[in-house]
C-alpha cells in the first residue's frame, strides 16, 4: 500500500509540468526524494534554477498535486534549488568558485550588450542566485559606470588574487578598475586577451551560481580567442533589429556555435521606441529581425526591449533598471529573459559540445 502511493504520486508528478522549464518534475530530475508514512507524504523537490519570487505559486501547485492523489492525507514540501556546474567547451577547465559562465556577446559594438549584461546579471541575482560579472569590454570597459563603482580599484592580495568589486549585490570585475584603459587601445590582440584572461583566473570569486561576462563587441581574433580559451556554459546574443546589426549578430551566432558553446538565446534590444512624452511604442526599425535570426538558427528567442530613456538613464547613472525600478516593464522582460537562460541551463544535462566541429586558432 505504501509503496502504491509513493508510485501513485511519483507518478502524478510525471504529469506536472513546471511551467518554467516546461517538463514534468520527475523528468527534469526535480524530485529528489519522496517518502509516505500513514498517508502523509514527505517530498523534496530541488529546482535546477534560482527561483525566490516562483516558490510559492510552485509549493501551491506541488502540494496540490499531491494532495489530489487518493490515500494522502497531508503533504510536507521541502522546496529549493540548488545551481550545478554545467559542461563548457571539451577540453577546458571550468574555474574555481565559478559553477556557470554566461557570454553575452554582439556582433558589433552600441547595440546595448553592457545594458543587457549587467541587468540580466542582476535579474539573476534578484531570483536568489549568486552571480558575478567581468567587464571584459577592454576598449569601452562600462560596466564601473553602470553599476556606480565608477572610480573605485581592484585590492591585490597577498596572494596574486584581486578582490572583486560588490556592487548591487553583484561581485564585479572589470580591467577599467585596474588600469588606465586608454593605454588599452595600442594593445595587440594576444595582450588583450592576456589581461582578460588574467583578470578573469586571477579574481578571487566567491562561489558563484553565474559569472556574466559583458564580452569586446565583435566577432574578431579576440573575441574568438577569448571564446576558446574561457570556460563558458553557454552564450547570450544582444542584437538590434537593423539588418546591419542582425547579419552582424549571426556572425556572433557562428562564431560560439564553431567553439562548441552553446548559445542560449538572442536578445533583440531597442525593438520598439517608446515616445517620453506620450508612451506611444512604435517599430522604427522594422520587426521581428530578432525572431527570424533565433528561428534561423534554431536558437531561443529570450525576449525584446524597448528603446527606453528610461533604461539608459537608470543604466547610465549607476543604478541600472532592475534595481532602479523592479517592476517597470523593462524589469519584468529581464527577469523572464534571465528565467530563460537559468532554466536552459538547468536543462543543460550534457556536453553539446561534440555537437559542433571545433576550429583551430592560429593568432593566441
Ligand atoms: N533598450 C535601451 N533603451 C535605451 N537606451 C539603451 C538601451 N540599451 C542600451 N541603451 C543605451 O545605449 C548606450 C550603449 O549601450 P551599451 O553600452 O550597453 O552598448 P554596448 O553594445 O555594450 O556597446 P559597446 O560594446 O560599444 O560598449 C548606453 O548609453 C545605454 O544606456
Redesign the pocket.
Known amino acids: 500500500m505504501k509503496n502504491d502511493l509513493v508510485q501513485t504520486i511519483t507518478t502524478a508528478l510525471s504529469q506536472l509540468i513546471d511551467p518554467n522549464m516546461g517538463k514534468d518534475f520527475v523528468s527534469s530530475k526535480a524530485l529528489k526524494q519522496l517518502t509516505v508514512e500513514q498517508g502523509q507524504a514527505h517530498l523534496t523537490i530541488q529546482l535546477g534554477y534560482p527561483a525566490q519570487s516562483q516558490l510559492s505559486g510552485l509549493r501551491t501547485l506541488l502540494e496540490n498535486a499531491v494532495r489530489a492523489v487518493p490515500g494522502v492525507t497531508g503533504v510536507q514540501l521541502d522546496l529549493s534549488w540548488k545551481i550545478v556546474a554545467h559542461s563548457v567547451q571539451a577540453g577546458i577547465k571550468t574555474l574555481p568558485n565559478v559553477r556557470n559562465i554566461i557570454a553575452v556577446a554582439?556582433g558589433k559594438?552600441?547595440?546595448?550588450?553592457?545594458?543587457?549584461a549587467v541587468n540580466l546579471a542582476l535579474a539573476l541575482a534578484a531570483e536568489g542566485a549568486r552571480v558575478g560579472v567581468l567587464d571584459a569590454?577592454i576598449y569601452?570597459p562600462?560596466q564601473p559606470l553602470m553599476l556606480g563603482v565608477q572610480g573605485q580599484r581592484h585590492e591585490a592580495n597577498e596572494d596574486q588574487t584581486i578582490t572583486p568589486i560588490m556592487a548591487h549585490g553583484l561581485q564585479m570585475a572589470s580591467i577599467g578598475c585596474l588600469i588606465d584603459t586608454e593605454q588599452a587601445v595600442a594593445w595587440r590582440g594576444p595582450m588583450v586577451t592576456g589581461a582578460l584572461l588574467q583578470l578573469l583566473q586571477q579574481t578571487a570569486w566567491q562561489d558563484l551560481d553565474y559569472l556574466v561576462i559583458?564580452m569586446?563587441?565583435g566577432t574578431g581574433d579576440i573575441q574568438l580567442t577569448l571564446a576558446q580559451k574561457v570556460p563558458v556554459t553557454g552564450a547570450v546574443i544582444?542584437t538590434t533589429p537593423q539588418e546591419i546589426a542582425l547579419l552582424d549578430g549571426r556572425r556572433g551566432v557562428n562564431m560560439f556555435q564553431k567553439v562548441g558553446i552553446p548559445i542560449l538565446g538572442v536578445v533583440e534590444?531597442?525593438a520598439l521606441h517608446i515616445c517620453s512624452q506620450c508612451g506611444h511604442g512604435e517599430h522604427i526599425f522594422g520587426t521581428g529581425g530578432g525572431q527570424r535570426m533565433a528561428e534561423q538558427y534554431q536558437v531561443s528567442y529570450l525576449g525584446a526591449?524597448?528603446?527606453?530613456?528610461q533604461?539608459?538613464e537608470q543604466?547610465?547613472s549607476g543604478k541600472p533598471t532592475v534595481v532602479a525600478d523592479p517592476n517597470s516593464p523593462a524589469s519584468l522582460v529581464y527577469g523572464q529573459i534571465a528565467r530563460k537562460v537559468a532554466v536552459q541551463i538547468a536543462d543543460k544535462a550534457q556536453d553539446h559540445s561534440l555537437k559542433f566541429p571545433t576550429i583551430k586558432v592560429q593568432n593566441t
Open positions: 554582439s559594438g552600441g547595440v546595448g550588450k553592457s545594458t543587457t569590454d569601452g562600462s559583458d569586446p563587441p544582444v534590444n531597442m526591449l524597448p528603446l527606453d530613456s533604461i539608459r543604466t547610465d
